[in-house]
């Protein structure tokens, strides 16, 4: 059975680069210029089968397994296109199965198949100006009315901010008691009267991402928009964080690949004191520690993502996943930026939008420190 699997990946992986080297590569230095990529495109992967694989043929998906969507979002992140890996695990492994999985019919009707077709991008709306990984300083609020519901508040960097039409808003609903026990998640629509996007953020790596600021002033929502069950927010944060932290797994683990790769093939080829950097024994021993730590990491993530096959991925390993590969993710491109020397610091190699494109990964999706402060939990509650 993992046989067949793995031949139809096999399979698949080769549409996906012919999909990347013909429609990503050429333009993705103008959408880096432009820090937005068309919508256009993600219409064309749509047409191609590329977002939201694992969604079930009766919302328009294949049905397939993760690993289909991590063909997808590893592939882009080896051939360095990283910030557009980033929106499509956003869209396609976070606000897609938050909707499939707390969703009721009617809503995953509504919106699904525009999700796997491209019409309907997604973004996950939690952070706040005050309340990033700690969810307990949440602002935003959600009051009842004879309509349903009043949304008030802001969110920042938020992925897909510019580009979404459906938001995933998170609320506190029931003040007076802590935001773990009294939020809410409410499906909200980008043309939404009192919605509106604020500026697209300016950042040091991922320009190609649309990271934005959203305000809400008085957003009216159905009773019908409400995600899941009221108050019962957080429980669903938190079931579906070992895939959304997986996926960064994932995709850091594909993108130090990727830096590896360059730098094999800049050492092979640079010559220094009259033969390739690739005989000097630091450089050998260096490619060989760098090798040692992808090459662990991946054997990693492919037994997680059986664990999440099977519902028996832990938060805390998961945790450990996310924070272990992006931390290996920065020292191992870090390592290869050196090997190009002053060429490695020119933005015409990839290997510097790597490096730039890197570093928030120890950031987002729960801080490095918050990983380890999960990690220790779990394992000082077994003593």
């Given amino acids: 059975m993992r046989s067949e699997l793995q031949a139809e990946l096999k399979i698949f ?31 064309k992967m749509g047409q191609e089968g590329l977002l939201c694989c694992d969604v079930p043929e009766a919302y328009g998906g294949f049905g397939v397994s993760y690993d289909f969507n991590m063909v997808v979002a590893e592939e882009l992140a080896r051939a360095g296109f990283f910030a557009l890996s980033c929106s499509i695990v956003v869209h396609a492994d976070i606000a897609a199965h938050y909707l499939l999985n707390l969703g009721n019919e009617a809503q995953k009707q509504k919106y699904l198949p525009k999700m796997v077709s491209g019409e309907c991008i997604g973004a996950i709306c939690m952070t706040e100006p005050g309340a990033g990984s700690d969810l307990q300083g949440l602002k935003t609020t959600a009051t009842t009315n004879e309509q349903g519901w009043l949304i008030n508040g ?6 897909n901010g510019q580009n979404a039409d459906l938001y995933i808003i998170a609320a506190r609903t029931t003040l007076g008691v802590a935001a773990a026990k009294g939020m809410s998640l409410f499906l909200v629509d980008g043309d939404s009267e009192g919605f509106s996007r604020g500026q697209n953020l300016d950042k040091i790596g991922q320009h190609a991402a649309d990271t934005s600021e959203l305000f809400m002033d008085q957003v009216q929502v159905k009773a019908a928009d409400l995600l ?14 070992p895939r959304e932290r997986l996926s960064l797994a994932c995709t850091a683990t594909a993108h130090a690949e990727g830096a590896l790769a360059l730098a094999l093939a800049y050492v092979k080829e640079r010559q220094a004191f009259g033969k390739p950097l ?40 998961a945790s450990m996943a996310k924070f272990s590969t992006t931390e290996m993710e920065c020292e191992v491109i870090d ?46 509650g077994k003593l």
């Fill in 154 to 159: 802001s969110k920042t960097f938020i992925t």
């Fill in 228 to 241: 899941g069950k009221l108050d019962q927010g957080f429980i669903g944060l938190m079931t579906e964080l």
């Fill in 278 to 317: 690739a005989q000097l024994q630091d450089i050998r021993f260096k490619l060989a520690e760098m090798a040692t730590k992808v090459t662990l990491h991946r054997v990693m993530i492919e037994s997680y993502k059986l664990l999440l096959a099977d519902k028996a991925l832990s938060t805390a390993q």
């Fill in 13 to 43: 992986t080769e549409t996906v680069i012919r999909f990347i080297e013909n429609e990503i590569a050429p333009y993705y230095h103008t959408w880096e210029k432009n820090k937005l990529v068309p919508k256009s495109v993600w219409h």
């Fill in 335 to 380: 390592t290869a930026l050196q090997m190009f020397g002053g060429y490695g610091y020119m933005q015409e190699y990839a290997i510097s939008r790597f490096y730039l494109d890197a570093r928030v990964q120890r950031i987002y999706g729960g801080a490095s420190e918050i990983m380890k402060e999960i990690i220790a939990r779990d394992l000082i």
